[in-house]
């Protein structure tokens, strides 16, 4: 070979080692950077469905509150599983008394903090942080620590659904005594709803937990009380209601003197997460007893109708729950 055709073909291999990495992939044959071939593709949905096989059902975790709330969602698949980037999440916690944390009749603030670092986490564009107070939400919100704790997150908002304009009409189509009623118009413009209760006794329900907090959505929730059967109302509110995760806040649990408190407290220092809302008050029952009594979950007249509506099981056994201690 002389020198002029030397340098050619150099020239000619020098050229081919610059061509773009695709370029060589697609002449070979083989799939672009970051596209998975058929059989790394059916990997990955076996490893995402074995994934969700070991997921557990239910998730109790127990230490300082923040800890607890991440290592509970967490195990159910981190909040990247509920909200993806850029969306609107609606956060009901029970916030309505003028109760100041440690009475354990509201959400513990720090519970509500974790809540809304996962979110932002996640890539949440808006959180909104919403109850109906059963008297000034002004001092309900500051009282119960949720006002100060909201003011730390500027994308969060905390809204009062005290004004009637703030609610639609819904039909209850499922439901036995509740056929319609009023729900927040924020709802329809979210794409997350998380239930975020106390767990504390109750005079009228015995406990109220995750169902019994969802009356915090609801413009005129007096009915519930004098124009039909309040267990069986709350159960039907729970078929147009449907959060897609329910973090019960166990912190402080008031054991006696609900639902406003004071009363007698625990400090069990832990949460309960789940996707079930039936099994997530299921598990909250058996945490304390409550008004000096031990309930089971098949005695709370209102896990008994939410689970004929078929809205969850409140079979503890028959679950899977990651108890993160």
């Known amino acids: 070979m002389d020198r002029r055709r030397f340098l050619r073909t150099?020239?000619?291999?020098?050229?081919?080692?610059?061509?773009?990495?695709?370029?060589?992939r697609a002449l070979?044959?083989?799939?672009?950077?970051?596209?998975a071939t058929a059989g790394e593709a059916a990997r990955a949905a076996a490893d995402s469905a074995a994934v969700a096989a070991n997921r557990p059902?239910?998730?109790?975790?127990?230490?300082?509150?923040?800890?607890?709330?991440?290592?509970?969602?967490?195990?159910?698949?981190?909040m990247?599983?509920?909200l993806a980037p850029?969306?609107?999440?609606?956060?009901?916690?029970?916030i309505s008394f003028d109760a100041p944390p440690e009475w354990g009749a509201t959400t513990h603030p720090e519970v509500l903090a974790a809540v809304l670092e996962l979110l932002f986490a996640a890539g949440a564009r808006r959180v909104v942080v919403a109850d109906h107070t059963m008297i000034n939400p002004e001092r309900c919100f500051a009282?119960?620590?949720?006002?100060?704790?909201?003011?730390?997150?500027?994308?969060?908002?905390?809204?009062?659904?005290?004004?009637e304009n703030a609610y639609r009409p819904a039909a209850v189509p499922a439901g036995k005594v509740l056929k319609r009623t009023e729900l927040p118009r924020l709802l329809d413009r979210a794409d997350l709803l998380i239930n975020l209760p106390t767990?504390?006794?109750?005079?009228a329900t015995g406990v109220s937990l995750g169902l019994k907090n969802l009356m915090g959505l609801v413009w005129d929730r007096h009915r519930f009380h004098s124009e039909m059967d309040l267990h069986q109302a709350v159960a039907d509110l729970a078929t147009v209601v449907r959060p897609a995760l329910t973090i019960l806040d166990a912190m402080q649990l008031l054991k006696t003197g609900g639902p406003t408190g004071p009363g007698d407290i625990e400090a069990f220092g832990g949460v309960v997460a789940g996707t079930d809302p039936v099994a997530v008050?299921?598990?909250?029952?058996?945490?304390a007893p409550w008004s000096r009594q031990t309930w089971s979950p098949k005695r709370l007249a209102h896990l008994r109708a939410a689970e004929a509506h078929g809205l969850g099981t409140t079979d503890l056994d028959a679950l899977k729950v990651a108890r993160l201690d």
């Open 199 to 203: 767990a504390k006794s109750h005079t």
């Open 80 to 82: 990247e599983r509920f």
């Open 86 to 94: 850029g969306q609107v999440a609606v956060v009901k916690p029970n």
């Open 143 to 163: 009282r119960s620590g949720a006002a100060e704790v909201v003011a730390a997150f500027p994308r969060a908002k905390l809204v009062s659904l005290d004004e």
């Open 57 to 78: 059902d239910l998730a109790l975790a127990r230490g300082a509150a923040r800890d607890a709330v991440r290592r509970a969602v967490g195990a159910l698949g981190g």
């Open 281 to 287: 008050d299921a598990l909250g029952v058996t945490l």
């Open 10 to 24: 150099c020239g000619a291999a020098g050229a081919g080692l610059l061509l773009p990495a695709a370029r060589w």
């Open 28 to 35: 070979a044959g083989e799939p672009a950077a970051g596209e």
